[in-house]
């Protein structure tokens, strides 16, 4: 691996002390039965149909023209957006505008092993994943020969990382008031034979992802979906899985998607509330200086006018 | 109305504020803006902080890694700590490697700790010569408003103090490693260093000093990143570095001198007492 010159580096055969616990070496079977106890309930005692609470912000970065911060137990992503600009090293006209996204990991974000500074084929992966399922609902035709820069970043991923990804930025581009045609919101479900995870943990996905056994079942599903349109943005699956349980899993994210939805509506109403009344104190306060500056608009005059008499 | 003129005469509008003794966010010319540190907010690091210090953003995650000491040094263990300025914290930086100035603040950060020498990295070998532990410390930077060298050093100092080490048994004979997460030690931190950024605003007839300058009273100082930061450790004075700007006279440099002593004290009791309720629960 080539040296990284512009940071500090640690020795090279560093390896996580994770490689050293009992838990390391778990076999596959054993890490399956530990997913769902006795009652059906999961590792953090979620039902197998039970989404993950989740906490939507905007207004984050306080730099960005647009941002969000989405945390869902252990997954936690930022996201911010910034001004249009203009392309560089561009030698042709293009008539729509460009979406640039980038998806990083912190080195801390993984519990298992902690990950390099230097840009991956897996956050490469969804880095254009993201623009595929955000891009068809911007108004890309808007701002021709321009580019908006979309950065996420993911502090703490514990699985569904792209679908909280989308969903940050779909918020983070509505915040940054960016036309749009609607709202985007993804959601993401893990299946191992016949059990369907909805929105998986780290586990849960990785274990959906090594199923030894080709024949049954396996893989993750994420889905963007444009809620007010009714349209799915981006469909992206993992894994071997028969048509059945696809047409199954899309009917139960396309309801998962909807029901995120308003808590970003709620969100983005919210802001657009604040910016209201933000503008109507403005104003006010405007038009109290203004009164009070005519006020001694007239006292001057009169002085004048006494003074001369 | 104000933001239009802030675009049109940034010069202007600020030294407009600066005339009336007061800084574009309200605060006076010595004060310094609120600390918020949280703990162990990241589950996969194995010890975290995030801290603001006004909206700068700061988030220190600690990776412990084994690793075979160098053989020059054979009894000491490894701290490494990375300053990451990430594209989304402002549109001043872009993606890709990090850029000069990331790695000059990298560079003080680290300076700073292992100056301070506030851990012992004698304390990080398990097995001379065999095993030693490779302290990984990422600090991100979320939100970039200014004196970004403070929070990072807050961020980090708070993440170590929180942190401990998992016992390691190792055979001499099999070179068999074995970790025990259920026993772990605290490690021993010995000083506290605490950074305080100033920007030097040049004004007829004297200089203004402003202590934590904002990300847009850095710029109006004279480029990006603050002018002067001066560092404590504890009651010794453990570092002054001034990058660039206009010239400071004595008075001025003793008096953010003792500026920086009073806010190493602050910042001491606020991380004190964060660790305190954070082990309370």
């Known amino acids: ?309 | 109305m104000t933001e239009v003129y802030k675009h049109i005469h940034p010069s202007k509008y600020f030294n407009d504020y600066i005339n009336q003794d007061v800084r574009p966010d309200g605060r006076d010319f010595d004060q310094q803006r609120d600390v918020i540190i949280n703990i162990n907010g990241i589950t996969s690091a194995d010890a975290s902080a995030i801290v603001k210090c006004g909206n700068t953003t700061v988030v220190c995650g600690i990776k412990l890694e084994l690793a075979r000491p160098k053989a020059e040094e054979p009894d000491i263990g490894f701290l490494i700590s990375n300053v990451e300025l990430l594209p989304l914290c402002s549109s001043k930086f872009r993606p890709g490697p990090p850029s000069d100035y990331a790695q000059v603040i990298s560079n003080i950060v680290s300076d700073i700790v292992i100056n301070s020498k506030c851990v012992d990295l004698k304390d990080l070998c398990v097995v001379t010569d065999k095993l030693a532990w490779v302290i990984y410390c990422d600090l991100v930077c979320l939100d970039y408003d200014g004196s970004i060298v403070d929070a990072c050093i807050i961020a980090l100092i708070t993440s170590l103090k929180t942190l401990s080490l998992p016992t390691v048994t190792y055979d001499n004979e099999t070179e068999e490693v074995k970790v025990d997460t259920g026993v772990k030690i605290p490690l021993q931190v010995h000083g506290l260093p605490v950074a305080t950024s100033f920007g030097i605003y040049h004004k007829l007839p004297r200089n203004i000093i402003l202590a934590d300058p904002s990300a847009y009273e850095e710029e109006m100082c004279g480029g990006i990143g603050a002018n002067l930061i001066v560092c404590w450790n504890k009651g010794l004075f453990c570092g002054i570095q001034k990058f660039g700007g206009c010239n400071l006279s004595t008075e001025d440099e003793k008096r953010t001198i003792s500026l920086a002593k009073q806010r190493c004290k602050l910042v001491e009791q606020v991380i004190e007492t964060c660790i305190k309720n954070g082990e309370v629960k």
């Open chain 1, 1 to 309: 691996m080539p040296l990284d010159y512009k940071r500090f580096n640690g020795p090279e055969d560093s390896v996580s002390y994770k490689r050293f616990t009992a838990d390391y070496l778990k076999s596959y079977d054993e890490l399956h039965s530990e997913l769902i106890d006795e009652t059906g309930h999961r590792k953090d005692g979620r039902a197998m149909d039970e989404a993950r609470p989740m906490y939507v912000r905007g207004n984050f970065v306080s730099q960005a023209k647009g941002s969000s911060y989405i945390e869902m137990r252990g997954t936690k992503v930022v996201c911010s957006v910034f001004d249009p600009r203009e392309i560089v090293h561009q030698n042709e006209f293009s008539t729509v505008g460009l979406l640039f996204c980038e998806v990083k990991f912190a080195p801390f974000a993984c519990k298992r092993q902690r990950q390099s500074h230097v840009p991956d084929s897996e956050e490469k992966a969804l880095s254009v994943a993201l623009r595929k399922a955000v891009g068809p609902t911007v108004c890309c035709q808007l701002f021709a020969n321009f580019q908006i820069d979309i950065f996420v970043y993911i502090i703490e991923s514990d699985g569904s990382c792209l679908a909280a990804a989308i969903t940050a930025a779909g918020l983070a581009l509505a915040n940054a008031a960016v036309p749009m045609f609607d709202v985007v919101t993804a959601s993401s479900v893990a299946i191992i034979g016949d059990k369907i995870f909805i929105d998986p943990t780290e586990d849960e996905e990785h274990l959906a992802m090594i199923s030894p056994d080709t024949n049954t079942n396996h893989g993750v599903i994420t889905m963007a979906r444009l809620n007010g349109l009714m349209q799915i943005a981006d469909f992206r699956q993992i894994g071997s899985l028969d048509i059945e349980c696809i047409l199954k899993v899309t009917d139960i994210l396309e309801q998962e998607c909807q029901k995120v939805f308003p808590k970003i509506q709620k969100t983005l109403v919210g802001y657009v509330k604040n910016g209201i009344m933000e503008q109507k104190r403005l104003s006010e306060e405007g038009k109290a200086r203004e009164a009070k500056l005519k006020d001694k608009m007239l006292e001057w005059r009169s002085s004048i006018v006494n003074n001369s008499v």
